[in-house]
């Protein structure tokens, strides 16, 4: 029976050689290849498991100082904004006293124009009146005469 099971596998006389080389290369092999190579792994293992908490701390350390940064991003045009209002302000007014300066000004002149148009033509009525008046006389005395 076990002869014809060891037949029905298709184990011949070449079957123990076989078995003796492999178990005389098996701890040879073992030590100079498959040794080093399960160190190797499991050292790149380790260092994938730390590269991978430190890429983790990092990635929490980017969204903190992106948060500083917004927070800061914020004071900053908070405070810009407060200056430029400020200032707009500042500035809106000193253009509406200067502008009403002006106006106080121009209003000051055309009053003085109109009060020296007023005065000139005043002048100039008289001036006619007088005019109407002596040719007034002069064609009486020519009618009378």
């Known amino acids: 029976m076990f002869v014809s099971l060891i037949q029905a596998l298709g184990v011949d006389s070449t079957f123990f050689i076989q078995l003796v080389i492999f178990l005389l290369f098996y701890p040879i092999l073992s030590r100079l290849l498959f040794l080093p190579y399960f160190k190797l792994q499991n050292q790149r293992e380790k260092e994938t498991v730390e590269r991978m908490k430190e890429v983790t701390s990092l990635e929490q350390e980017k969204e903190r100082l992106q948060e500083e940064y917004k927070k800061r991003a914020h004071e900053i045009n ?3 904004n ?3 209002m400020k200032e707009s302000k500042l500035l809106r ?3 509406l006293k200067r ?3 002006k106006q106080a000004e121009n209003k000051d002149q055309y ?3 109109i009060k020296d148009l007023l005065q000139e033509i005043k002048t100039v009525e008289e001036q006619l009146n007088k005019e109407v008046n002596q040719l007034t006389e002069v064609a009486v005395s ?3 005469s």
């Open 78 to 80: 908070e405070t810009f």
């Open 82 to 84: 407060k200056i430029y």
């Open 111 to 113: 009053e003085k124009k």
């Open 142 to 144: 020519r009618l009378i």
């Open 99 to 101: 502008r009403e300066k």
């Open 93 to 95: 007014e000193s253009f």
